[in-house]
């Protein structure tokens, strides 16, 4: 299975924060990357494209937020990817491809599995009020944790030396002052990024009675 992620994208669009050649250079290694990791041939994606030719031109002494009328074309293609992106979570795709030393890869994991585990609340019987949600951001070399934990039920996501398969933990808990529970259970975030699936995971390990929430979040 293919993955595509969007900050790539807007990381061509705005280069100005990779003002040296080291960074530039490094930029384009990441952007080419990403590009083979979603099935794409770098030589063709718009996005490393353009960080190619930023890097030649930090090289030339141009204003790292210079623009270029001939980079046009490609830019609209950037941003017309963004758009096609957007419906796509990205949370799989940055599980696949690490976050570790990229802060701005590890900024939008945690965002995204915020989001995946806001809606997974739902699909668990929980409403806002029913859980506390929880981020320790970790070192420079770690995605940090995301947990939701509510009376009854522990999640916690990570991408850690457990390995592919095992991002998500979840256990049962009595309350949400203990942080021990009970019996750890892993699955792969992908399936944390399917909620109706993850629902079934959690009842069917944990034998928690759990019915989705009829209202719709706001």
Do not use: W
Request: glycine share 6%; aromatic share 6%; with cysteine.
């Amino acid at each position: 299975m293919n993955y595509d992620l969007d900050f790539r994208y807007r990381r061509a669009l705005q280069p100005d924060g990779l003002a040296t050649i080291p960074t530039a250079t490094q930029a384009v290694i990441d952007a080419m990357q990403d590009a083979r990791n979603a099935g794409i041939d770098p030589a063709r994606d718009p996005a490393t494209i353009l960080l190619a030719r930023h890097v030649g031109r930090i090289a030339l002494g141009h204003a790292p937020d210079a623009t270029f009328a001939e980079d046009a074309p490609l830019r609209r293609q950037c941003i017309e990817r963004i758009d096609e992106l957007k419906s796509k979570p990205a949370l799989v795709a940055l599980a696949r491809r690490g976050v570790g030393y990229d802060p701005e890869a590890k900024r939008v994991f945690q965002r995204e599995a915020r989001s995946a585990l806001r809606i997974a609340a739902r699909q668990l019987g929980l409403g806002p009020d029913d859980y506390d949600l929880r981020a320790n951001p970790g070192g420079i070399a770690v995605s940090g944790e995301i947990t939701l934990h509510a009376d009854t039920i522990y999640v916690q996501v990570a991408l850690y030396c457990m390995g592919a398969g095992r991002e998500v933990m979840f256990r049962r808990c009595k309350g949400r002052q203990d942080y021990i529970g009970e019996r750890n259970h892993y699955c792969d975030i992908a399936v944390l990024a399917d909620p109706v699936r993850f629902r079934a995971t959690v009842v069917r390990e944990t034998r928690l009675e759990l019915e989705p929430r009829q209202t719709e979040l706001v």
